[in-house]
């Protein structure tokens, strides 16, 4: 199980999404301020590099080249794949060893992607990164080298378009899809039917697929497809008493704070399940992790 730790180049961004979680300022660090957080870090291996948008930041290859001379094995990007429609800056990404990509999309239309993003044209810029992308890794000695991932932001105004999005981003050559609660101002239920039929398509396609934020309980049947059994999630409210009963309870965030006073009965504790071994075992490799 790959644990990546997380480097920050702040809260600027060439979007404004509307369901942004770094929209609170953070001050963009400088290259020795970067370089800290590196050195600072236990491990070192794997790396996480994150935003706002990190690709905005002028010292981002000499960051990747320094992490890799330190010993980065794995560097993967998150981002909003916009400056990646820049191909000599992808190719400079790549040649100093980024090699693991996390695109950021809302939708499979400017009508859904920009409306979040609140910026025109921000959907065509991030599919041209993705072409660059593709052609990359199908190129230039890197064939099987670059991981591509699509991080889909699940809102209320894009639940209708989760499955046509994963049949349009099958033409990129995409690795992985993950959808991702964005809030909790939509009918979670009917959300978690649309998420799992979009898993369904993407695995039907050979595309990898994983949900994060959506109660195990509303996902019976893609249980083996939940972030959160891999990745820790910090728990960002108090769950309903009910919960404490539910075999999920030491994984789930809970019905998101939104949705509190909107229906709780939607959330029925979980008494059993064939996977809760593994769930066991997880947890425990996981503490195991920690403590090294
Ligand atoms: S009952 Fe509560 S703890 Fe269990 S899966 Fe649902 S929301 Fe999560």
């Not at 730790?5 to 301020?33: D, H, I, W, Y």
């Not at 909790?184 to 697929?209: E, H, Y």
């Amino acid at each position: 199980m790959l644990v990546y730790e997380k480097v920050s180049f702040g809260s600027e961004c060439n979007n404004r999404c509307m369901t942004c979680p770094s929209a609170r300022q953070q001050e963009t660090p400088r290259l020795n301020e970067l370089v800290a957080q590196i050195d600072a870090l236990k491990n070192g291996e794997n790396l996480e590099l994150f935003g706002g948008e990190p690709t905005l930041h002028e010292d981002l290859v000499s960051l990747i080249s320094y992490a890799r001379k330190r010993g980065a094995r794995r560097i993967k990007l998150v981002t909003n794949g916009r400056r990646l429609a820049d191909a000599d800056f992808l190719f400079h990404l790549v040649e100093e060893g980024c090699r693991i990509f996390e695109v950021k999309i809302y939708g499979s239309r400017p009508e859904t992607h920009d409306a979040v993003t609140c910026v025109r044209g921000s959907l065509d810029e991030t599919l041209r990164g993705l072409q660059n992308l593709g052609g990359i890794s199908d190129s230039g000695g890197h064939e099987g080298d670059i991981y591509v991932g699509i991080r889909f932001g699940v809102t209320n105004t894009n639940l209708e378009d989760l499955v046509p999005a994963v049949a349009f981003l099958m033409s990129f050559s995409i690795d992985a899809i993950s959808f991702v609660r964005m809030g909790g101002d939509f009918p979670i239920v009917q959300a978690a039917r649309m998420v799992a039929n979009a898993m369904k398509v993407a695995t039907l396609n050979r595309i990898w697929s994983m949900c994060e934020g959506f109660p195990p309980c509303v996902m019976k049947g893609s249980e083996t497809h939940l972030s959160e059994l891999l990745q820790p999630v910090a728990f960002e409210n108090d769950k309903p008493k009910s919960c404490l009963r539910c075999v999920f309870a030491k994984i789930c965030t809970g019905p998101h704070g939104d949705y509190a006073g909107k229906g709780l009965r939607d959330f029925k504790a979980v008494s059993a399940s064939p996977y809760s071994k593994d769930m066991e075992y997880l947890l425990k490799m996981r503490s195991i992790h920690a403590k090294q």
